[in-house]
């Protein structure tokens, strides 16, 4: 069976941009704090992640 065919859904890619996304915001949170480019890390985590629910809850509320 050939997995590589069919996209993911978008619900799929939500989720996993979300998590991604809490990470990257995590790593920022600590990078605020030590030295580090903090809120670079922040800003681009908190766009994964609201990105990531968005595209899950678009995706939930289309197909109902």
Do not use: F, H, K, Q
């Amino acid at each position: 069976m050939n997995r590589s065919s069919t996209p993911p859904s978008a619900r799929r890619t939500g989720v996993i941009l979300s998590a991604n996304g809490a990470i990257v915001t995590l790593a920022g949170a600590v990078c605020y704090v030590l030295p580090g480019p903090g809120l670079y890390l922040l800003v681009t985590g908190l766009a994964l992640l609201i990105t990531g629910l968005v595209m899950a809850a678009s995706d939930r509320a289309r197909r109902g």
